[in-house]
């Protein structure tokens, strides 16, 4: 027989620490078997609920319970204990003793606290294969885990726990097979023990007619097996009262173990989760007999924690498999949300027959959603399901159950989804529109014919006065005769004979000036009508798309206008959009689809700026900005928004645009994987990939998007006033910061494309001797991180101090790679392709066998020289040959030398302004290039070096600041000692930047050894990409500044040389 023991709490235990609390826990010893409850911390009236069970073998036995308070350094102090002889439970009425208040007693009685508390014991005797009727518990009727372990351990016996009518009813059913009429048990054994007068044959029949009774009631409970009858409440009822109740407004993320099931189908949610957790559904049972399950009870659903949550269990015996014996599972099954057709139910799964099955659950997370509409207008709904395991205990199998557990979970819902498919239609996203083509076909753009927007452009007073003013003059010269010729006139020229008349001439100029403004305003815009629109995105990757829906409230910069002429621009990772130009409109509306080309890693930042238009060639006024994170805003939440602009005049007026944003991943391949390997080979060092659990835990730390994961992360401390030591995480698009120090916790964010630059400080005292990692960020960036900044200097900028480090250098250069890998520039228009030497050496006179012995006369030679070159190139055309491919990808560019001069400097000296050290960063910043940046050179073909460089201009065009993306390739010349650097140069943020590249191609060629100088000279080509009215004025420009700039550079190289000397 069996003693079962459920310690439920104590209570006036006395205080056992200096605190005046006790952590106190419970031990009960039978013999040679012991087992102890959880202590609970700093309690004096503790509550347990736990059950055990003991093997009874001889009733002269005492149980002890004592109550401890458990120490971490000291051995447990004794609070007191009780002693219950077996024999009491024994020959008490039913074999049980009840609920009962028990005194704890001391050790001795000298002892000096004699009040000890008193205890709260449940005492029962379990006779096996008889049924016994339990008294009635506060408790659950359901047993612990303890007690089911137990009975498994009797290797004659199956055991099933299922609740009764009554709640408080426990059962042992043993099965038909098990069962042997004539076999005595052991209350038969030991009531002949203690009645020897009792026949022998009278125990038999009374045993053989209670194990009848048990076998009928046996093959009835098999006969009408598994599912109880559906509760008196009907289960849409239960969902409508759920729904009524508070419930948190987000849908729970995915499990991080990873996503099992994840299909549409032709259904509405409502209906979907009735299929599959409504009580009168037969699916679960039709998956029980699939996977051949027995013993299948599904209780009915039950609200629990006052009402808070709908809860049920279901409980089933697996079948055996060739590695694990025949097992029971038990599921219970929490709605967490109920609201709006979605539906999350979580699933914890037990199974403690398994091997280390008390170490671990399983957690389900089932995701029922609204999708997609059908052709048909019907709606559809989406089912998600993922999982994780969860350790109780830490174990050596863990990665051995771990990957058992993923199999067989993969399994059952292959079976699952088939099942699944068979009650109710899938659908494929092939046969459904997205939700962005449903939202960009209902998008209609305005058509407007150019007489209808040039009449609402038009309709104005200074139109309608200049018009009326030309034609009253007209009318007027048509009414008067021709005055005399006197003064200083002559015929054909008739000046104004009063001061009235010269009123009126500078009224009438000044009207022109104004009608001929707005005319070439109108031509203008009108060339310009946003030719992005409707284009698709090329290549695959990251693919951003952006709906441009409407204005609001986008008043005029200054108060002469009436309103304003506004268009929209979008920069993201340097590509720009630009939307068209509504006329005389502060209510504007768009309905413009734009379209990023694809990229590798996905975005972090959307800038989005509003123009008012005032001509090609003035400097538009801003009517606000506004800033998309997508590492803060969910990608779900930008499908439609309003995004308020800010700015002095947008936040005046409460201007807004209204958008909608789309991003999702095109690529095929592993992304993530070439992004590794690509900062691997920056940091040199191999990169230890993240566990889904760890990247889970890094995005709910920061609240980052699912697609953001951790590359590494490295202990260290913050400097500010008060060190903080914390951990620093570094991701794809982030850098983050989190740390802890007596339950303060501070953290933050910031972004790459934030970042200025990353500083390597040498130790201070300040810093506790270690090297200082300073990360700078761009000026009125990173304002939500600014908690954390060391410095804020005078342009705005916060700076970030880390240190000590485990492994300073690896933590530099992953920091270094992973902001490189972010801050270079795209992918140029068109890839550049080396061109042969065999053009340039053509054109190039041969050098003569004896060199003058004065620079002047290598001068005059070079002047030749020069001559000669450009009576050659000066019109000529690059034309591609079978050798020879198009210089700069462009098939036809004319080019012009704009720079050939002697430097009197040696030519290793001249090739350091493209070498990347800090020469050419202190030359290019001196030449007004601001936020210098650049690729280390690269093997591109045979002979052939690349790289990429990026920075701003700080003067390039008058009223403008431009940002210059280029490629650079350096080959050797084959013939002289000298090199032929070819670049590509693309301006960004210019009026019509987008139309044309520039081509620029460096000869640097060594001069004998008596002279310590080279020959330099720049040929400049403009390719144009589209057309445009104004392409001669522009290269006309864009010639004549990068002719100063040229020689402004290489001025400040040669006053490097001599100060270097």
Sequence with gaps: MNLLVRVSEAKNLPPMEASGFTNPYVKLELGRQAFRSKAVKKCLNPSWSEEFIFKVDDLKRKLVVSVLDEERCFNNDFVGQIRVPVAWVFEAKDQSLGTSWYTLHPKSNNARNKDCGEILLTIYLLQKNTPLDFPPTSDSAMLSRKYADSLHDSPSMSMSSSVASSPMRLEEEVPLKEAKVNAPTLAGRIAKYFNKNVEPTAISSIETSDVSEAESNDSLSLESK????????????????????????????????????????????????????SPDSSFFKSFADMQGSTDLQVKAWEFDNNGESLKRLVSYIKPPTKMIKALKATEEQTYLKAKGGTFVVLVVVSTLDAPYGKTFKIELLYCITPGLEQPS???????????????????????????????????????????????????????ISSEKDQLMASLQVEHHSEWTLAVQYFANFTVVSAIFTWLYLLTHLCMVMPSKVQGLEFVGLDLPDSVGEIIVSILLVLQGKQVLKLVSRFMQARA?????????????????????????????????????????????????????????KSEPLWNEILEFDAMNEPPSRLDVEVFDFDGPFVEPSSLGHAEINFLKTSVSDLSDVWIPLQGKLSQACQSKIHLRIFLNSTKATNSFQEYIAKVEKEVGKKIRLRSPQTNSTFQKLFGLPPEEFLINDFSCYLRRKIPLQGRLFLSARAVGFHGDIFGQKSKFLFLWEDVEDIQRIPPTLSSMGSPVISVILKPG???????????????????????????????????????????????????????????????????????????QAAEEELEVHCDLIEDNDSDAKIHPTEETAPFLGVDDVNVSTVYSSILPLPISFCMELFGGSEIEERVMERAGCLNYSHSPWESYKADVDQRHLYYKLEKCIPLYKGEVASTQQKLRLSVKNGWLINELMNLQGLPLGDNFSLHLRYYIEDLPANYAACSVRVNLGVAWLKYTRNQKRITKNITSILKKRVKLVFSILEKEYIAKS
């Excluded at 999982?387 to 199998?397: A, C, H, K, L, V």
């Excluded at 990957?403 to 979970?409: E, L, P």
């Excluded at 621009?569 to 006329?583: A, D, E, M, P, W």
């Design 781 to 855: 960036r990173g304002t939500d991180a600014r908690h954390g900044a060391r410095s804020l200097d005078a342009k705005g900028r916060l700076g970030f101090h880390f240190h000590s480090f485990v492994s300073l250098n690896v933590a530099h250069r992953t920091m270094l790679a992973l902001w490189r890998a972010k801050t270079l520039p795209p992918k140029p228009k068109e890839e550049m392709i080396p061109e042969k030497e065999s053009e340039a050496n053509d054109v190039h006179a041969s050098e003569d066998e004896s060199v003058s012995e004065t620079i």
């Design 226 to 277: 598994c599912v109880e009858p559906s509760s008196s409440v009907d289960f849409e009822e239960l969902m409508r009262s759920l729904e009524t109740r508070e419930q948190s407004g987000e849908v729970p993320s995915c499990l991080p173990g990873g996503v099992v099931l994840d299909q549409l189908y032709a259904i509405t949610p409502r209906e979907l989760n009735s299929t599959i957790f």
């Design 377 to 431: 207008g019907e709606q559809s709904s989406q089912l998600v399901v993922s999982w994780r395991i969860n350790f109780s205990q830490s174990t050596m199998m863990k990665s051995i159950i771990e990957n058992g557990a993923r199999q067989g979970i993969k399994e059952n819902f292959d079976q699952y989804e088939k099942l699944l498919s068979c009650s109710v239609k899938p659908l494929d996203l092939k046969d």
């Design 528 to 584: 310009q009508k946003g030719s992005d629109h409707g284009i698709k995105g090329k290549g695959d990757g990251w693919l951003l798309t952006v709906a441009l829906i409407e204005g609001s409230n986008l008043e005029a910069p200054n108060s002469t206008s009436p309103s304003s002429d506004p268009y929209v621009v979008f920069t993201c990772n340097g590509n720009r959009r630009t939307s068209s130009i509504k006329f005389r």
